[in-house]
């Protein structure tokens, strides 16, 4: 018995103490009337889900009532009254239902308590959880970065691809008003100056929608050529005697398409010197540049070179540390064949580094990544095979190689074929993930680009989230930026891109069920930016206006 009166005195001190505790201080007054309620907590957190909590009430000698403020937290609150004026200190406790909370924000609603003798009210704040934490994205316009020309592909060849060609209808909706937003248009100029009139439609509706309009010379042509050997394999070789001839052949291709109304802004030396179709060594890019580039660009259209395939720093330094050929090279351009996203291996590593650090040695010119594909498991007969099909491998590839070009200070990215089963369209190949003239998801992943970046220059942009991948962008009159986000995690991810400024803001999302849809966009409560929810394994634009 003495046990349990030394227990029950020590919990009755507690009590006592709980009481005192955060409790506003209330005593009896001088009277001894004694009678108040309150809240013995002056503010309590919720999480963001549908939830129940209990919340304990202090009163004496007096009935009670609860009421609470406008706002979507409480879903019901049991009991809304108590208490009884004859009563000593007691403690009540009341179950506060509350609603899930959907937005990206923390909400607040306040509940009162009202001793009903003294007409006396106290509060409690009830403190909500947003649904997603979110990732803070910081801009800073001020530091700026590369201009960005713009995004596209290859037109279709003729003499490739006679029954894989792009009609005006499918062209229109990747260069046209309300398309896909592609404003660079890549063209081979043919070995035979009798083909060249296959590609002048193409290349001037293009043109008429605001695009870049280039051409890349595969084959010399079998006059100007001779055979040698290479590693032990024969392969065609311009003759150095016929430089000159070369040279006009390609400004014969570039009057004979202007006369037609189509202004080239670019025409390379070569595709792939270092490949089969033409062979060059690096000193011969350099040394037709030198004589010959000046020629070429009299006419009003850039040069660029050397467009090796994996931008090699053998045929790229060359051109770059030879004064007379870099005068004459407007664009250092080169292709990405030999690997660029895979950091954990070294040789790729080596080289993305060594692509990345062009910018800042070419002195205000630019340097563009003119061919690439992503095609795995396209020659095995097991579709499950077929990884160009699945959306993971899209946004883990074309996704991300965009991405770490555009913030290795690249200005242009064109993918290969427009049009085929690993493009940017689907054709008639069984392999096609879609119908035959309808947009595939890597041009979807090209068009976030295409509609955000083009014309812009890219600007800083940081997130410590290693989940979440960002570039930011600024128009030329400077009240626009937009941002890619690209989330490379499995989960909804809530993006917080504070922005000074900011007056609206709009997004579109693509992921594996959606292809550029809109989505909505929650205000900072600072009205100074704008929260942006990305669902798991996604791409999304964000424009802001300021």
Known sequence: ???????????????????????????????????????????????????????????????????????????????????????????????????????????????????????????????QEPAFKSVTLNIDPTVKYQPIAGFGGMYNPKIWCGGNLISARQLDQMYGEGGLGYSILRLMVYPNESDWNADVEAAK?????????????????????????????????????????????????????????????????QNEPDMDFTYWTPQEVVDFVKQYGAKIRETGVRLMSPEACGTPPEYTDPIINDAGAFAQTDIIAGHLYQG????????????????????????????????????????????????????????????????????????????????????????????????????????????????YATGTTRIKAVTNNTGICATAYINETGNEVTVVLLNFTGATQCIKIPLAGMKRANAVETNENKNMEVISTEMLESGEGVYVLLSGNSIVSVRLTL
């Open 1 to 127: 018995m003495k046990l349990f009166i030394r227990n029950l005195c020590i919990f009755l001190m507690g009590m006592s103490c709980w009481a005192c505790s955060d409790n506003n201080n209330a005593e009896t007054d001088d009277n001894g009337k004694g009678a108040y309620a309150l809240f013995l907590k002056k503010s309590i957190t919720v999480s963001a889900g549908e939830n129940q909590t209990e919340v304990v009430i202090e009163w004496a000698k007096t009935s009670w009532e609860i009421t609470f403020e406008q706002g979507d937290i409480v879903k019901s609150i049991t009991p809304m009254s108590g208490g009884s004026s004859d009563r000593e200190k007691q403690y009540t406790k009341i179950q506060v239902v509350c609603n899930a909370n959907a937005s990206m924000k923390q909400r607040t609603q306040t509940i009162h308590i009202t001793d009903l003798t003294n007409k006396q009210t106290t509060d409690l704040l009830i403190e």
């Open 205 to 269: 509706a293009a043109q008429a929608n605001g695009a870049i309009v280039f051409a890349c010379p595969w084959d010399c042509t079998d006059a100007l050529s001779e055979q040698i050997k290479v590693n032990g394999k024969e392969v065609k070789h311009l003759k150095k005697e016929n430089y000159g001839a070369y040279a006009d052949h390609l400004i014969r291709y570039i009057n004979f398409m202007k006369q037609n109304g189509v202004d080239l802004y670019a025409i390379s030396v």
């Open 340 to 451: 660029f996203t895979d950091l954990d291996n070294g040789y790729v590593k080596n080289r993305h580094d060594y692509i990345c650090g062009l910018y800042p040695r070419i002195h205000g010119k630019t340097w563009w990544m003119t061919e690439h594909l992503f095609n795995d498991g396209e020659k095995s007969d097991d579709p499950s095979a077929w990884e160009f099909q699945k959306w993971q491998y899209c946004l883990n590839h074309l996704g991300k190689e965009i991405h770490m070009c555009m913030e290795g200070y690249c200005s242009a990215y064109v993918y290969w074929y427009l049009k085929r089963f690993y493009g940017l369209m689907g054709d008639n190949d069984k392999r096609s993930p879609v119908g035959e003239g309808e947009i595939a998801k890597n041009g979807y992943i090209m068009a976030h680009y295409a509609q």
